[in-house]
């Protein structure tokens, strides 16, 4: 059972909902991580800061007897909604809230740690709470920056995502790919503005972007195996300043995603190709720039997640779900690309959608979430 109390982990929880900050941002977060990790027993534990990653947090938890390092990963960083939720302890920052659920996860952290500062463990662990995984990849910036090294490289990680469609306390996971790698799509079309009465001496980019976007459509229907599946969306056009003035200019902003790499990287081919289309079709300039940074797909280690899976089915306290792959990103995937390692849902039983201004997770999640993360890794330390 965690070492913090059921009522100390959810005022955690209430405190670190209240304080949301965006990517990069997340100092006062990151000093109420420091104060609450000041009071566990400090007897096996060491803390790191990034100087270069200010809003980084790493804690290593020596082990009695190690034979690997184990490395536990939560975000902390919030997202650009306004709360709508009415809560008591809802966002105390115009703007700003944990609509995905960043504040459950911290919690659980928490409790592990606060778990293992009280059992020293027989391997070593390291704890990554990671600034901005909802925007300019927290976990390739701190990979990139040489985080891992030496005695703070783990072996394998883990972590895990709320997931408001499972029942509370509720785990789930899936052999392979549990999220989609993402990529941010951003089109400009510059062709030639002019009178809405002369169309003639103009090269209208509002019928080219039109254009452009029908023949979109068509990649995922046409070029992808319906098997394997894959998703773009065009969700943002802005042209044209007024009613009778053709437009020169379009841009057009979009995200892609998709499960395998190999995928990812086919989508972006084919659009590159339709754009480069479009631009010979109307005599305009089309630019396609795609920027995927460290969203790549959540890649289950095989091994490890059939040992993660195997614990969860065999625990009798635990109720465990088998999910499929979501189309969701997580730059978690940036760092098991580089480390093996299984992340996984917890079950939080929410009417509401993750990124909702109504996201209302279920407490009662997060000691069962603890209870469940602390056995498996304490399992998996007696292999």
């Known amino acids: ?79 650009p909604v306004s709360e709508k939720t009415g809560l008591p302890f809802a966002s105390k920052n115009p703007g700003i809230m944990h609509a995905c659920g960043h504040d459950i996860h911290m919690t659980v952290a928490l409790g592990v740690l606060s778990y293992f500062s009280e059992h020293q463990p027989t391997d070593n662990m390291i704890f990554f709470f990671q600034p901005a995984e909802e925007s300019k990849n927290g976990g390739k910036l701190a990979y990139e920056l040489g985080v891992f090294e030496g005695e703070w490289r783990p072996d394998e990680f ?10 509370a306390g509720a785990i789930g996971c899936r052999m392979g790919t549990l999220f989609a790698g993402t990529t941010e799509v951003n089109i400009d079309l510059e062709g030639k503005g002019g009178h809405a009465a002369y169309p003639q001496n ?60 190999t995928m990812i990287q086919k989508i972006d081919k084919r659009l590159q190709e339709v754009g480069a289309g479009v631009a010979k079709s109307f005599n305009a300039q089309v630019t396609v720039t795609l920027n995927q940074g460290g969203y790549l797909p959540v890649e289950n280690d095989p091994e490890l997640t ?57 407490e009662s999640a997060i000691e069962k979430g603890i209870t469940g993360i602390t056995g498996f890794l304490e399992s998996r330390m007696a292999e």
């Open 1 to 79: 059972m965690p070492v913090l109390t059921e009522e100390a982990l959810i005022q955690i929880r209430r405190d670190l909902h209240a304080m949301p900050e965006l990517a990069l941002n997340e100092v006062r977060t990151e000093a109420y991580l420091e104060k609450v990790i000041s009071g566990f027993n400090q007897a096996h534990l060491t803390v790191k800061h990034i100087a270069d990653l200010p809003t980084a947090l790493l804690v290593r938890v020596a082990g009695s007897n190690p034979k690997r390092t184990l490395g536990y990963r939560t975000d902390i960083d919030a997202l």
């Open 158 to 167: 883990y972590g895990l995502h709320d997931n408001p469609g499972l029942s």
């Open 202 to 261: 103009a090269n209208d980019m509002v019928v080219a972007a039109a254009q452009l976007i029908g023949q979109v459509q068509t990649i995922i229907s046409r070029s992808i195996d319906p098997i394997e599946g894959g998703v773009i969306t065009l969700g943002k056009m802005e042209a044209g300043t007024i009613r009778n003035v053709i437009a020169g200019h379009a841009h057009i902003e979009g995200t892609i995603r998709g499960l395998t790499q």
């Open 306 to 362: 059939r040992r993660f899976i195997a614990y969860m089915k065999g625990n009798d306290d635990v109720n465990f779900i088998e999910t499929q792959p979501a189309m969701t990103g997580e730059d978690f995937g940036y760092l098991l690309s580089k480390i093996p390692g299984t992340m996984f849902w917890l079950g939080v039983e929410d009417s509401s959608q993750l990124h909702s201004a109504t996201l209302n997770p279920n």
